[in-house]
């Protein structure tokens, strides 16, 4: 029975082969049979071949991990796109027990819309499945089917973004996607890849895309344009922008440059990499982008990682260590603080909190729960706390954040004072909702914007700035009230209430990727799908996470001592010409690295100001080792375009 079998496959594989490529033999033990048979068995991933769409295990037989050490690898690290890939929040987008949660709040408050709903969510959070069904001009795809299909398990898989029809991206938003049904497209082209490997494989043709290298295949789900509902559940007949990360990425400076989102999201190596195994003739290609897709958050990758059986999660805790790691490199390099002193009286400690947003999109952006907040924190000599602001309890919750919202602020005078980076959206009576199909207005939206934007773009109306920071004249302004820094002062006026001794001041920004007032509104509710969310969430560590900080010591005649560990300032950042001025006491050394970790060669000289750096001419994100005694000191800096 096996013999025939094997008779069988040999002439279905004879027959199709009607080119020599694909049968060039090949590196290794396995005959290209064989390894036809063997790529359909990848550990952990199960495959399954539509009509118009494969899942990532299929794909896995080509670039995932190589036992042999012959392909996916750079300088000697395994970068294979689906072992990156299956940890991160993305591969795991219909599993996500937070997604799943809120999908079944919406449904349950808006209940003649639920179908409807399902469906619209389901098309970032599992597109194989809902287009594969749409194409085959099915009904449309529902959470019914979400825990059965095999496609819509994979998340957002490899064709997910690959086979994206490049006339169509950036053109349709809200998960309407275009497919190619045939065609995946990469960043190399043809003639650099040998596409006859992957016709013979999964019947598709590689070809070259620029949407896939200018991030244009990411705003068909990163922008979320949502049509609101009255308490009643009655079209409000007007649009609500959920989310904008494109749109705040075309309103940048950034936009246009070789800064978009694949520069962070998946970082580049300019080592050869060979993309298929078991082909001996393959060339590496370079740039490659490693599959790192990974954000600034990582509550919910330790969630997650915490129940990964519970979930069917095809990915070992190793992996989750992996990118959790990357979200915590990725999230320190998106902010830069400074904590300047501006003046200390009998009475008062006047100090300014500089910050900068240093990424190509809001921070935090993307899904409105998502906020930071700045901490302040001032100690005597002897530990004895004089001012706080921006402290947690035990529920995680920020102290001082009033009802219904805390509003943003210029000035800060008092402990119960605080400043949160937020998206507050409002009802049709503009009360505070969370539901987001009653989102009809935008109550609060002080989110740091990143650097360029202006409130005069053609797209500012779809990101606004929303609240007291409209007139905050710091923010987004410099000091000479020019727009498009990036930036926000926070002017702190720290009571001392007759202390005359030093003070300590710690100046922190920490973030939350679900923080617990967003949940409460749904887990008033109970579901198959809320409920195993609201025991996963209560028992996790939702301690926010540390994106940057600063700290001074204040004399009693008002002169400030900084740590060496934080007194470091780059300027101008970003860079337009490359030059940059570094200033901190006691550097010995100064090294610089790209975006990929490769260190680069800059020009140094040494001025009564501190160190004068030349970057390289290629635009990009560096990042400055500066070195102080025996410490080191990461800086990131932003080279933009002439």
């Known amino acids: 029975m096996k013999l025939r079998i094997l008779i069988g496959l040999v002439l279905v594989v004879l027959l199709s082969v009607s080119w020599t490529i694909a049968t060039t033999p090949v590196k290794g033990p396995h005959s290209p049979l064989e390894l036809r048979v063997l790529r359909d068995q990848i550990e952990g991933l199960d495959v399954q071949l539509g009509s118009y769409f494969v899942t990532a295990g299929r794909c896995a037989g080509c670039h995932g991990h190589d036992t042999s050490g012959h392909s996916m690898v750079a300088g000697g690290e395994d970068v294979n796109v689906v072992d990156d890939w299956r940890s991160t929040m993305m591969a795991n987008s219909a599993r996500d027990p937070f997604f799943l949660a809120k999908m079944e709040h919406e449904g349950l408050v808006n209940p003649s819309l639920q179908s409807q709903l399902e469906h619209n969510c389901l098309k970032c959070h599992a597109p194989l499945a809902v287009f594969e069904q749409q194409m085959l001009g099915g009904p449309p795809f529902t959470a019914a089917g979400l825990d059965t299909s095999v496609m819509a398990q994979d998340g957002v898989s490899c064709l997910a973004c690959h086979m994206q029809n490049p006339d169509a991206a950036a053109q349709y938003f809200s998960g309407d996607l275009h497919f190619d049904s045939a065609r995946v497209w990469g960043p190399y082209a043809q003639d650099q890849i040998h596409p006859h490997i992957m016709q013979f494989f999964v019947g598709f043709t590689p070809d070259q895309g620029s949407h896939i290298l200018d991030g244009r295949v990411c705003a068909g789900c990163h922008t979320a344009i949502n049509h609101p509902v009255d308490l009643e559940g009655s079209p409000t007949g007007t649009s609500f922008f959920e989310q904008t990360m494109w749109q705040e990425f075309v309103n940048s400076n950034y936009y246009g440059t070789d800064q978009n989102c694949r520069s962070c999201h998946m970082p580049r190596t300019d080592e050869p990499v060979i993309l298929a195994s078991e082909y001996t003739f393959l060339t590496g290609q370079t740039p490659f982008g490693k599959h790192h897709l990974t954000g600034g958050g990582e509550f919910m990758l330790r969630m997650m990682k915490d129940h990964i059986t519970e979930l069917g999660v095809p990915a070992t805790p190793t992996q989750f260590d992996s990118t959790i790691a990357r979200s915590r490199r990725l999230r320190r390099t998106t902010m830069d603080l400074d904590l300047d002193l501006v003046d200390r009286t009998t009475d008062t400690l006047y100090l300014d909190v500089s910050l900068a947003n240093l990424i190509g999109h809001k921070f935090p952006s993307g899904f409105p729960n998502r906020r930071a907040f700045v901490q302040v924190v001032a100690l005597t000599a002897a530990g004895d706390t004089l001012f706080q602001s921006g402290r947690w309890d035990n529920n995680y919750e920020v102290i001082g954040n009033d ?27 503009q009360d505070v909702t969370t539901t987001l199909l009653r989102a009809v207005h935008r109550l609060k939206d002080n989110r740091l914007v990143p650097i360029g934007y202006r409130v005069s773009h053609p797209s500012q109306d779809t990101s606004a700035i929303a609240g007291h920071a409209l007139s905050d004249p710091d923010f987004n302004h410099d000091a000479d009230g020019v727009e498009g820094n990036g930036g926000d002062i926070i002017h702190y006026h720290l009571p001392l209430g007759g202390y005359a001794g030093v003070v300590q001041v710690k100046a922190s920004i920490w973030f939350q990727q679900v923080p617990p007032r967003w949940n409460q509104e749904m887990l008033t509710h109970h579901g198959p799908r809320i409920d195993p969310f609201r025991s996963m969430y209560l028992a ?69 100001q501190g160190w004068r750096c030349t970057l390289p001419e290629q635009p990009g994100v560096y990042y400055m080792r500066i070195n102080i005694g025996e410490k080191d000191r990461l800086v990131r800096v932003v080279r933009l375009g002439r």
């Open 403 to 429: 009802l219904p919202y805390e509003p943003h602020h210029n000035v800060i005078t008092q402990d119960d004072q605080v400043q949160i980076y937020e998206f507050v959206m409002g009802d049709v009576n």
């Open 540 to 608: 996790a560590d939702n301690t926010p996470e540390l994106v940057i900080q600063d700290s001074m010591m204040v004399t009693s005649t008002g002169m400030a001592s900084r740590s060496q560990e934080m007194a470091i300032s780059a300027f101008p950042n970003p860079t337009t010409d490359g030059r940059v001025l570094i200033e901190a006491e006691g550097i010995t050394s100064i090294t610089a690295y790209d975006a990929t970790g490769q260190r680069v060669a800059i020009k140094t000289d040494r001025t009564a």
